[in-house]
């Protein structure tokens, strides 16, 4: 059997595409493989949200072809997007595909040989929009539900390179999870680049497609992973409150900490509007696990701007923080505005870094006594085995029993750093219910 390989660089929206590319390879023969193994043919699905994941990226091919020049590389995603020449230039690769041409490939892999120069598919037009999912674990899937972005927040390239905001129905997504479910995923996570604005060409919300996923039989558990602040409504939040699939787990972009610079870089909220989303979080979910993207250093930002900034985070109760210090990008209005200085940048990175290994602290010792609902996704180490909670703690346990995609109530117990924590399992016949875990906590 010829053997396919892959690598996903940046978001966990790319990780589902390429674990679905990967799937039509298997579908037509292919063993898929490690990416450290050799492999007739590599798929690198690049990112370019910063010129450091651009840099990633090219690294990323390098290695490969370093390493076996024989092997059929294939360059897709959003860096290949707006950076196609760039990619050409390396040596060695085969064929270029962006992120709208990204599932074309599927439509050659029978055909796929070494190239003289390389084969570049790259196109500017938003294509019909399907649904798509990842698998190959048998517990989690990325369940990409929408595509591109309508923002143009001013620091960023993302909509150029992946076009307008799109999605489809609200039935045909459901079909797609159910397919999942199906296969054995118990927790799907939902994906996209601005996944609030689910279905507006259809008239349809996302709050629609949220009561109608929950409904699906088998369906354990859902997340939404990163959601606009002015798209994450009080209906939304109040549902997922009462809702037994629907985790207590949110990432809400903050990017600016203050109302100048969120105003400058056209972002649509202000701190106000951003604290008033996280308190009422906090007051019908107190165990609620909130992550934040911050950037520091855009352009303008002065030292008392970033002062603000701190006070502003360090008043929000955060479980985590996502630090990036500011990245210049081609054809974005913040490029041409005033830069702070690149070694400024980076000390206020490591000063809100640490600021945010603080409150991932103070959120993990505030579970720990505590007993919550955990899916196991595999073993750790010998006799141990790993999974998370509903609000998103790693825990690890001592069993000599099989747990993979098994739901078990376990209590916490002791901190081991980072943002891990070891437990003890307290139901043995694995059957969660909101009753056993109101039951343990009264």
């Known amino acids: 059997m010829p053997k396919v390989a892959y690598i996903s660089l940046g978001c966990k929206l790319n990780f589902s595409e390429t674990s679905w590319i990967v799937q039509q390879f298997e579908n037509a023969g292919y063993q898929r493989v490690d990416n450290h193994e050799q492999a007739d043919v590599v798929v690198v699905d690049t990112c370019t949200v910063t010129e450091l994941a651009n840099k990633k990226s090219r690294q990323a091919i390098h290695k490969i072809l370093n390493r076996t020049p024989q092997t059929i590389l294939v360059a ?13 230039e390396i040596e060695g690769v085969d064929y270029i595909f962006g992120s709208d041409n990204k599932m074309d490939l599927t439509n050659i892999i029978s055909n796929l040989r070494k190239q003289p120069k390389p084969v570049i598919s790259v196109t500017k037009e938003s294509r019909i929009f399907e649904p798509i999912y990842s698998f190959g674990d048998r517990t989690r899937s ?38 999942a479910v199906e296969r ?72 600016c900490g203050t109302d100048r610079l969120l105003t400058l870089m056209h972002r649509r909220y202000t701190t106000d509007f951003y604290a008033r989303r996280i308190e009422l979080i906090k007051s019908l979910i107190p165990d609620a696990c909130i992550a934040a993207d911050v950037i520091v250093g855009v352009p303008t930002e002065s030292e008392a701007d970033f002062d603000e900034a701190c006070r502003f985070v360090r008043s929000l109760p955060l479980s985590y923080l996502h630090v990036f210090p500011y990245s210049e990008r081609a054809n974005t209005l913040a490029v041409k505005m005033q830069m702070v200085p690149n070694e400024i940048r980076k000390h206020r990175s490591q000063q809100m870094i640490a600021m945010g290994t603080e409150m991932t602290k103070v959120f993990i010792d505030s579970q720990i006594g505590k007993t919550r609902p955990v899916l196991f996704e595999g073993e750790h180490a010998r006799g141990e085995m790993c999974g998370f909670t509903d609000n998103y703690i790693k825990v690890k346990v001592q069993t000599d029993q099989n747990l993979v995609n098994q739901l078990r109530n376990v209590e916490l117990q002791q901190p081991l750093g980072g943002d891990e924590v070891s437990g003890q399992l307290k139901i043995d016949n694995g059957q969660w219910t909101m009753d056993n875990y109101l039951e343990m906590n009264n």
């Open 76 to 88: 897709i995603g959003c860096y290949t997007q707006l950076k196609p020449d760039e990619v050409a």
């Open 184 to 255: 054995g995923i118990r927790e799907i996570v939902l994906t996209g680049v601005n996944i609030g604005d689910f279905g507006r060409a259809n008239g349809e919300n996302l709050f629609q497609l949220l009561t109608e996923l929950e409904r699906i039989d088998g369906l354990k558990r859902l997340r939404i992973s990163s959601i606009e602040p002015n798209l994450l409504t009080d209906q939304i939040i109040r549902h997922v409150a009462d809702s037994e699939v629907i985790m207590p787990h949110f990432h809400i972009p903050l990017q």
């Open 142 to 179: 990325f369940f990409k539900v929408q595509d591109g972005c309508d923002y143009f927040c001013a620091y960023c390239t993302i909509p150029h390179a992946r076009g307008r905001s799109r999605s489809n129905t609200v039935e045909r997504t459901v079909a797609v999870a159910r397919e």
